[in-house]
């Protein structure tokens, strides 16, 4: 995208604002989540829903105001660990993972032409892998004032991991296992720049970011 790297700023810079701006309401939210009020997990998911939407207004913002930056957008999978529970925020094709105890699960959704395409009926798995126009997505943030965002809410146990990478990344995996096989033990910053480095070696055409976080006891 278009100024993609200073999109990608900005909308980091505007979700970190937003939640650090929510943080009384937040950790009021929390308190009432590990004090069982289970209704308080949807609360906590539209706080950080709203907080990526008011971040793609304000990346739309700023590209409308200079004709440099015009077009700029940015994809975002976010991660806010709170009270028990992984809350994920995503819009586009970067993608969030859960490793435990050797087994993985993609948390995201890619916002994709393909997968909307797969998940429709209109093309199989097969067709997919061997398709081009991948990396066409259909949700950004600042692509226009308004964007749609999913969330997830993952319950968390000491000693999971979690891996946020972009498409550059995940994009070459062969397959989720190779997460767990990257990812699964060892230092964290090593687990990232090995993953970065197999991809890296598969071709490494694309920007790639790769973060890996574990739950402490």
């Known amino acids: ?81 709170r009270g028990g529970y992984a809350f994920a925020a995503h819009v586009g094709d970067s993608r969030v993972y859960r490793v435990r105890k050797g087994s993985v699960i993609q948390i995201t959704e890619d916002h994709t032409l393909i997968n909307y395409k797969v998940k429709h009926g209109m093309m199989t798995k097969e067709e997919a892998e061997k398709a081009s126009g991948k990396n066409v997505i259909t949700r950004a943030v600042g692509h226009k004032d308004y964007v749609q965002v999913d969330t997830a809410d993952i319950d968390i146990t000491a000693g999971d991991r979690f891996l946020l990478c972009s498409d550059g990344l995940h994009g070459y995996f062969t397959s989720d296992n190779e997460v767990v096989e990257l990812c699964g033990d060892g230092d964290l910053e090593e687990c990232a720049e090995a993953s970065i480095a197999i991809a890296n070696q598969r071709g490494g055409k694309d920007n790639i970011t790769s973060v890996v976080i574990e739950i402490q006891p």
Not at 28 to 51: K, N
Not at 52 to 79: H, I, Q, R, W
Request: hydrophobic fraction near 40%; charged fraction near 25%.
């Open 1 to 81: 995208h278009n100024k993609g790297e200073i999109a990608s700023q900005e909308a980091v810079e505007q979700l970190r604002m937003w939640i650090y701006g929510a943080g009384r309401d937040l950790d009021g939210l929390v308190e009432r989540v590990v004090g069982g009020d289970s209704e308080c997990v949807w609360e906590i998911r539209r706080l950080l829903e709203a907080g990526v939407k008011n971040a793609c207004y304000m990346v739309f913002g700023m590209a409308d105001l200079d004709p440099e930056k015009k077009g700029m957008s940015t994809t975002l999978s976010a991660l806010l660990i």
